[in-house]
């Protein structure tokens, strides 16, 4: 099957810094991308639609000016958390849509944060 | 809004068994997909299985079938012969033209051996 990828797997920062994770699909080219954010022994919480070349669409609450988004390419999004604060730890995880096959969307191995 | 129900927070199998986890949505689309997506202890999203809304036949992969009931807006997953590789979070989406996915709370599923 299509295989996304995410860097880093984990990431440990001190409150104040940017972050940023990379998303990557390797086989296959993606126009568009999701971020989620997931809390300990919670669902996936839609963050925001990424789609290469145009602005990112972000669900309500979310703050596009702490989660920047950029989709340059076919193959990779990337998700900056600016300026980041310990309630900004959590698992994010991205997926990318394969338009080739069946429509599907695959879904990246996940990056931890957590911010001192 | 769209919604996804899972109301089963955990469940538990004996080895070689079966068991079903539950799925509710809600939705006024007619046109639609839904998803069951395990997610193992490695954080991993791995699918499952898929069943198209328009499509009257049950989905089925191995031993992986659902029960999908579009009228009454539920979509089962059937594990037979339960495997110790089974056990994990699973979770129940949906998604329709937007493509984005809505995800459910998650079942967490103990296979006893």
């Known amino acids: 099957g299509a295989v996304v990828s995410q860097h880093p797997s984990w990431v440990i920062c001190k409150s104040g810094t940017s972050v940023k994770i990379e998303c990557r699909s390797l086989?296959?080219?993606?126009?568009?991308m999701f971020w989620y954010r997931q809390f300990p022994k919670q669902s996936l919480m839609l963050m925001a639609t990424?789609?290469?070349?145009?602005?990112?669409?972000?669900e309500q609450g979310v703050e596009k000016d702490k989660f920047l988004i950029n989709h340059a390419s076919l193959t990779l999004s990337t998700l900056t958390v600016t300026s980041a604060h310990p309630e900004d730890s959590s698992f994010y995880i991205c997926?990318?849509?394969?338009?080739?096959?069946?429509?599907?969307?695959?879904f990246g191995p996940g990056t931890r944060l957590t911010v001192l | 809004a769209q919604t996804v129900t899972q109301s089963q927070p955990e469940m538990s199998v004996q080895e070689a068994e079966t068991v079903t986890l539950s799925c509710t949505y809600d939705?006024?689309?007619?046109?639609?997909?839904l998803f069951w997506y395990k997610q193992p202890p490695s954080r991993q999203m791995i699918l499952v299985i898929r069943?198209?809304?328009?499509?009257?036949q049950n989905a089925t992969e191995n031993r992986f079938s659902v029960n999908f009931q579009k009228a009454a807006k539920s979509f089962s997953l059937k594990i037979s012969d339960s495997q110790l590789g089974d056990a994990a979070m699973y979770f129940c989406?949906?998604?329709?033209?937007?493509?984005?996915?809505?995800f459910g709370t998650g079942t967490r599923l103990k296979v006893l051996a």
């Open positions: 997926s990318a849509r394969d338009l080739q096959g069946a429509d599907t969307q695959y």
């Open positions: 086989d296959f080219q993606a126009t568009t």
């Open positions: 990424s789609n290469e070349g145009s602005k990112a669409t972000y």
């Open positions: 939705t006024s689309e007619s046109d639609y997909y």
């Open positions: 069943q198209e809304a328009y499509k009257q």
């Open positions: 989406a949906y998604r329709a033209g937007t493509y984005k996915y809505i």
